[in-house]
C-alpha cells in the first residue's frame, strides 16, 4: 500500500490496476513501485493531503482486471492508474471504469483502437500508441541502418500483431520491402523453424517482436544457426538488460526501439527511483509515474473524489501553468493544485500533455543496444520524438 | 468398456465410409509430398530448408514423445490422463538441474543461487559452460539426478494425492491432477520466479552441406564456408558450397536416448513380469489382486517407470533447448497429449511416432502455409483427421505396449 | 428365399430368414455361410460347442457387428446392414451372453429405458403441453416395468443400481429389459446360464406363453435338457457352419450332433 | 480340523450387509458345494472369504490361520485360488498371459504347469496368443479355470464354473473338478448346475437370502422335497 | 480421517436431508457466500454501494459458470460425452455475435466491421452458431470412445483459438459482407448484451413508457442508496440470473424425461442402448448440439459483456474451470452443478484475490528480498521478516498454489462432488416410490411429480 495515512484534511484516493502477477509480472511490478513511489513522496511530503491508494493486481487478464477493477470501483476509488495491458485496460474500461464514471489512465496500453473508445473523455494514457513506434522502427531501419528489406518475426498476441503490423506498413510506406511476416508462440519447443522461415529470403534486417521470455529462446535459437552480424532490430518487450547473458552471446548486431522516459523530469524521477529502490527504472516506469502524478494532481485541483472531475482537470494540470510540476516536487505541486493554484506537470517519460481523445501529443523513443559493459546493461544510442 | 471392446470390430459399410476418408487423407498428403518434390527440383524450396524444417521437426516431434512415454504409462495404467504430467516433468527438470548445478557449479557462486538456478543473482547461462562434449559427467550426473528426483515426485504425489483416490472414477482423479499441475506450477514460481533462464552452454555442432560440390561435415557454417571440414566423401555432386543441416550434440543425444527409451520400455513391458503384471492390472484389479499381483507396489512402480521416464524426458529437452522456465511442461501438455493419443494411448511406439508427427506436422506446415500461426491448428487438425480414420490412434486397441 | 422346411410340410413366411452369414475375425472364421429360418410363434433352440460361432451369428443379425456377407430378413423386410437401432425397432430384440446392465442407473430405469412406446425427443421433454403426454406414455411404461420385475422375482432391488446385482440377477434383468422393449422376436444369448433352477422353470413358462400369443424366440443355451424339452426346432451350430437342424428328437440323435456336441469323444 | 472355517460370518459391501452369520467348513480334500436361489449371497460369501467384499464380522480361518479380512493379494498366498464368477479373465491379455498371471506368486512358472493346464483344456493350446477378449464365453470359462489351476492350490473357489459351457464341456468340467479334488484339492463350489454338483460333492450348504438355509451331504440335499421345491427346480 | 470430518459430515447431513429442496440449498448456499464477501468487503472497506457491487459480481460470475457447467453436466453428466472442447464453442459463440452485430461501418478505423445486425439476433446467431460447430464435430467425434472424445474437442479448441488469432482472419470478406475476427486484438463487442440493459435505462430504446419505468427504477435503486452503475450491473445480473434459472429447468426437464433417461443408458452402455433399439448416434448428437448451444449462451453473456473479446480468454484453462465446477458440484446434478460453481467462483477463483487484496490493504509489508535464498538465509540468521515479506510478495503465485491445493482436498473427501450421491430421477414420474399397488386407479391417478 502507498499509505493510508490521512494526515491532513483531504485524502486523494486513487487506484492501480496492474499485472503484479501473471505473464507481464516482470515489468508489472517495477511499474507498481513507480506508482507506489509517487503515492508515497506524495502522502508523506504533503502535510495537508494523505493519499490513500489501493493496489489491484489484473493478473495480465482481462477477466481478472474486470473483477480487481470493481474492487477498485466498489472501494469508491475515482482514478485508476493502469490498465497495463491494452486487452485488460480496454476491458476494465468498459465493464468498470466508463460504467462508474472512473477516470483512468494507462501508462503502456499502446493499442491503436484505444484512440476512439467512446470514452465519455475518462481515459487517457502517458504512453504513445503503437502507430508512432511502429513508424520509429521503420524510420531508423531504412535511414539509419539503410535496409532495403526486412522479415518480422513477433509473438502471436496482441503486442506482438499490432506492433508487427504498424512496422510493417511504416516500413512499406518508407520504400522497403517486408518479405516475411512469421509469428510464434511464446514457449515453442523450438524457434529454429520460424527464423528459417523468417530468413529465407536474406534479409537485410530481422525484425524480432516479442518479449524477454521467449527472446532467449529465440535468440538462442538464431544464434546456433544464424548469421551474427545480420541486423536485428527489437522493441521494449526485450529491453532487459539480462538478455545478451542468458543468451551466451554478445548481440552486438541487435539494436532495440522503446518508448522513453525522454520528459524534462527524467533525471529527477530516476534518482528519486534510484534512491528507493537501488535499481535503474525499467520500461514504463517513468510513464507509470507520470500517469499517477498527473491523476494526483487532477484529483487535488478537482478538490474531490469524483472521476468525472477528475478528467476535466487532467489536461489543465499538464499545460503549462504557473508552478512548473515535476517528479522532485510533486508534493508540493499536489498542494498547490489543491489550493486552486495552476500547475504545469512535466513528466519523467515525456512532456504529458493529452489530445483530445485522451492521447499523447507527442511521444518518444529511444534506439538502444545491449552495452553489457555499462551498469545499466543498456546503452541509448538515439532518441526519437513523434 | 471391456466387454465392448469385443463387439467393436468395424464391418463393411464402416470400413468402406472410413477407406473413403482415408483416401482422401491420404491423396492429399501424396499430393503434397508431390508439390514437395517439386519446390524441391525447382528449388523454390532450397533443400537446405526443407532439411532444416525436418530436423527441427523431428527433434521436437522426439522431445514430444519422450514426454509422452511417462504420460501414455500411467494414461494406461492407472486409467486416467494425468493434467499434472507437464508440471511434474518441469518440476523434476527445476531441482534436478538445480542440484546439479550445486554439485557442478560448487564454488562459482552461492548454494543457493546455484539452487535457485541463479534466482536473485548474476548467474546465468553458460556460466558453467555445461555441454554434453565439454562437461558430459555433468550431464549424465545431471540426468540420472532429474529422472530420480521425478519418479521420487511422482512417488510423492501418487501417496498423497491420488492412493486416496483409487476407488474414484478417472474424471475425479483427472481434476486431481489438474489440482496437482496448478500446485505444483506455481510453487516453481514461488521459489524460483518467473522468469525464463538459460542453463546451457552452445553445444558442440556438426554441418552437413557441400565445399565445392563435395559433400562434408564441418563444425560450423562458417568452418564449412571457410572450407574447414573434418570429413570429406570425395564425390562431387555440384559446385556450390552450401551447408545442408546443421545439427548439435544434444540434438544427438536426445534421438539417441528417446529411441533406446522406446524400444527398452516395448520390451520391459512386453517381456518382463512387471510389465506384464501392468498389464493385468490395467485390465482387472480386482482379478489381478486375486492372483495375488500386489497391485499396490505394481502402481508405485509405474510411477517410477513414468517419473523416471519423465525426468529424463524433461533434463534433455532443456539440454536441447538451452533454456527452462515454469510453464514449459505446462505448455508442451497439450502437444503430448495429441502425440499420445494419435500413436494410441498405450502404445509407446505410437507415444513417439504421435510426437514426430505432431512435431514434423508443426514445421514441415510451413513450406504450404500462409501464416505461421496456423501450423499447430493444422499439427491437431491431423491427429483429428488420424482419429477420423483410426478411432484409436495409430498404433491402438491393446492396452499397454 | 431359399426353400428350407425341415419336414417338408408347406411352410409359411419365416419370421427370421438368413442367408448365406460370414464373419471372419482376423484370421478366424467365427460364422462360415450359416443359413436358417426361424418361424414365427416357435421357440427354436440354437446349440453347438464353446466358439462355434452362435453369439456371433447374433451380433450379425442384429449388426452390432457387420457381417463380411450374408442376408437377413426379419418378418419380410430386408434388415441387412441396418443400424443396429433399426433392427431393434423392426421388433427384433437380442440379449446378451454376458449380461449388459447399464450400472448406475436402477433396475427399474433399466427396464424403463427399454420401452420402445416412449416419446423420446427432446422437444417434448421440456414443453409443457408435450410433457404432459409423455407423462401418461411414462405411467403405463413404468406399471409394465414393475410388472415384469414383479415377475421376474427382482422387484425388490427395483431401487438398487443394476450394478450390484448377483450375477443371476443381472441374466433376470437382462431377459426382463428385453421383453420390456416389447419385441416381436428376442434372440436370446443364453438366457439361463446362473439362474436358479426353480426361477428358470418359471420363466420357461412365461415364455411359452408369449409364445403361444405369437412372439418368436431363437435361444441359445447349453442346457440341452431345457432345449430338448422346450424348442420346436432346434439348429446346432459347428466351427462356424449349421451342422444339423431339425425336430429335438432328430438332432439329438444325429451322429455328427452328438460326436460335435453332445458329448463323445471329440470335444470341439 | 478344517481346512477352511467360516464362523459367524456377516459381510457385504461399503454400509450394504448381505451375509448374516454364515457358517461354512471345508475340510482337507473335501469337496463343498453352496447352492440357493439368485442373489443370496453365494457369491458374497466367495468374495468375503477372499477378502474380496467386505467382512463386518464373524472370521474366516484357512489351515489354523485367521485370514480374516487380510489383504486380497495375499489370500492366494494361503493356499486358496478363486475363480471368481464375472471377470474371471484378463480379457486384453493372451491365453498364455493370462495363466502366466495365474501363477504370478511364483518366481519361475515350470513348463509342466503350463502343460498341464494345456492337456485339461486342448482348445487353449490352440490358441495361445489369442487375446481372450474376442473368446467365446465358453473358452473364457477355461481360461479362467486354467489360471486359477496355474498353482497348487489347497482350496479352489469356484463359483459357477459350469456357466456356459457346452454339455460335453460341462461334464468335463466336472470330471476336471472331480479329478482334481481327487488330487487332493479341496473344491468350495457355487454351482446353479445343482443337482449335477450337488450329486457329486461331498456336501452342500443352501444359503438363502444372505443366511445358512440347510446343510448336509450332497444326497441327501437332493432327496430333500423342500429343498428340491424351493432351490433345484422340481 | 481429518479435522475436517464434522465439517464435511455436516454438509453432507443438510444435503442428503430431503426435505430440503434444491432451491433452500442454493439459496442457503449463496447467502454463505454473501456473508464472507461482506466480510472482505469490510476488510477492503468498501462503502453500501461497493458492497452490493461485489455482490452483483460473485453472483454474476456464479450464474454464468452455473450455466456452462449445466450444459457440460447435460453432455457429460447425463450422456458420457467427454467434452474438452468447452472453451472453443464459447469463443464461437461470442465471436459470431459479434461479427453479427458489429457495425458495417466502423466509426473508428481501425474496428472491424460487420454485419451490423440487432443486438438480439446477434444473441441467437452466436448461440445457433455454437450449436452447429457442436454439430458438425460431432459428426466425425461422437464415434469415438471419451478419451479419443476428448482430444478431438481439445484439438478442436485450439484449431479455432489460433485461428481467431490468425492475422488472416483479422479481416475477410464474404459474398460482398466485410468482417472478421480483430485477430490477436480481439473483436470489439458491438452487440454486448449488457448493453440491452444500459440502453433500457438510458433511453427505454426509445419507447417513452419503458423510459418511464426505467427512470422508476432508477429512482427506487436510489432511494435505498444504491448508485446508477451499482443499479445498472445489478439489472444486468438478475437478467443473467433469470437466464440460468431458465437454463436450470431446461436441462432438469431435459434429465428426467424419456430423453434424458436414454443420454443415461448411452452413458453407462452405448452399444446395449442400441441393441434395445435406440438411435444413439443421434440422440448424442442432440445432447451434444444442445449442450454446445447452451455453452454460447452462457459464453455470450459472459465475455460478451466485457465490450471486447480476445482469443487469449478461451485458453484450455476456461474449460478446465468450467469442469472443476461440474466436478465438484456432482457429476449428473444439476442442483450440485450450480453450488459448485457458487464454490468455486467464490472460494477459489475470486476469495484468494479478495483475501489478498483485504492483507494487503490492511498490513504494509516492507521491500520483499529477491529470492526465497536470501529470506530464508536471513531467518536462519534470526531475522524472520523478509522471508514474511517475500511470502507476502509472491500472494499471487500461492494463490494458485492454494487452489490447486483445495481442489486436490475436495475430491479426496468428496469423491463424488457435493451432491454426486444424489439420484437424480431419470423420467417425468417419480420412481423412487414403492410400486403403486395394483388396486390404485392405475393411470391417471395421484403420481406425485417431480417438478
Ligand atoms: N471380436 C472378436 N475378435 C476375434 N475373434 C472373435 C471375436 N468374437 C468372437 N471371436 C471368435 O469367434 C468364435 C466364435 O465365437 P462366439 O462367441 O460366436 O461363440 P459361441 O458359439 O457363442 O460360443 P459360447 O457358447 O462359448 O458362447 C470364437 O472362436 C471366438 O474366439
Ligand atoms: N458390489 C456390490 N455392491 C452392492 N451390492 C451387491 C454387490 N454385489 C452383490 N450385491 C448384492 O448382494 C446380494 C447378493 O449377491 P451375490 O452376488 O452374493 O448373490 P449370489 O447368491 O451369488 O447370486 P447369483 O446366483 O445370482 O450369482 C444381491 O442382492 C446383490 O444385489
Ligand atoms: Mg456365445
Ligand atoms: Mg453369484
Redesign the interface.
Known sequence: TGGDSSDGDYTIEIGTLLPESGQLSGIGTTMVDAADLAFSTVDDGADSLGVDATLGDSQSTPEDGISTANNLANSGVPAVVGGASTNVHISAAEQVFIPNGMCACSPSATAVSITQMADDDLLFRTTPSDALQGQVMAEYATEEMGAQTAAVLHVNDDYGSALSGAFVSAFEEAGGTVQQEVSYETAATSYTSRIESAVQDDPDLLSVIGYAESGIQLFRDYYAQYSASRDIMTVDGLNTARIPNEVGREMDNVVGTAPMAQGPGRDAFTSMYQEEFDAEPGPFNGATFDAAAVLMLANAAAGENDGAAISEQMRAVTSEGELTVSPDNIAEGVEAAYNGDDVGYQGASSQVSFDDNGDLVTGTYEVWAYAPDTERGIETIETFTV | MPLSRRFTDAGVGQTLRRNYVEAIFVGFVALLGVDLLFSLATGSLPLSRFATYVWDGLIIGLALGLAGIGLSLTYSILGFANVAHGDTITTGAFIGWGVTFVLFGFGDAAIGELLLLGVGGDLSASDLGITLTARPLAVAVGLVLTAAITAGLSLGLDRYVFEPLRDATSMIVLIASVGVAFLLRYALVFFYKPSQRSLVAQPETAVFGTADGVPVIAGSRQALQNGEAFVEIPVAIGSGTNALLQVNAHQLLLVAVAIGLMIGLHVLLQRTKLGKSMRAMADNDDLARTRGIPTERVIRWTWVIGGTTSGVAGFLIVLERGTMSFQFGWLLLLLIFAAVVLGGIGSIYGAIVGGIIVGLTTTVSLVWLPEATFARPVAFLIMILVLVVRPKGLFGGRVVG | MTERSSSGEAVTDPKLSVTGLEKTFDGITAVDGVSFDVQAGEMTGLIGPNGAGKSTTFNCITNLIEPDAGSVVFDGQDVTGLPTHRVARTGLVRTFQIARELREMTVLENMMVSSKEQTESAIHAVTPGLRENVRTEEEAILEQAWETLEFFDIEHVAHEYAGTLSGGQRKLLELARALMADPDMLLLDEPFAGVNPTLEERLLDRLHALTDQGYTFLIVEHDIDLIMNNCVRVLVMHQGQLLAEGAPETVRDDERVIDAYLGGEAAQ | MSLLSVSDLDAG?GD?QILQSIDLTVDAGEYVTIV?????????AMKAI?S?ADVMGGSVQFDDVDITGV???????HGLS?V??????????TVQ?NL???G??LDEIPQERFDAVYDRF??LRERTD?TV???????R??VAMG?ALMLDPQLLLL??PS??????????MFDKIDEINDGGTAILMVE?N??EALRRCDRGYVLAQGKNYHEGPGRELLDDEQVR?????? | MSRLDPIVDGVRERLTDDSRSDASIIVGTMLAVYALYLLFGLGMGFNFNGQINALQRITFLTAVFAMAGLALNLQWGYTGLFNVGIAGFMAIGVYAMGIATAPVDPESASAVPGLGLPVPIGIGLGILAAAVAGLLISLPALRLKADYLAIVTLGFSEIIRLSFSSSTLTEFTVGGATMGTGGNSGLNLAGDPSKLVRTFYETGFGVAALDGISDGIIAAFASVGIERPVAVNLTYTVLVVGLLILVYFLIQRLGNSPFGRTLRAIREDEETTRALGKNTQLMKAKSFVIGCGLLGLAAIFWQGSRGLTTPDTYLIELTVFVWIVVIIGGTGSNTGTVLGAALFVSLLQEGPRFLRSVIQNTVDVPRAPASIGEAVGALGGGDPFPLVSYVFDQLAALQFVVLGFVLIVIVQQRPKGLMGHRKEPASTLDLTKPRPTSDSEGPGSEVPSDD
Open positions: 459391501y450394504l440357493g436361489p439368485n442373489g443370496a449371497g453365494k457369491s458374497t477372499c474380496v489383504q486380497q493379494s495375499d489370500v492366494i498366498r478363486y471368481p464368477q464375472n471377470g474371471n479373465v484378463f480379457e486384453s491379455m498371459e502366466e498371471m495365474g504370478y506368486i486342448p482348445v489369442q477378449g474376442t473368446m467365446s464365453g465358453g473358452q470359462q477355461m489360471q463359483d459357477e456357466a456356459g459351457l457346452a454339455p460335453d464341456l460341462v461334464d468335463e446353479q445343482a443337482k421345491q424351493d432351490f433345484l427346480g422340481g
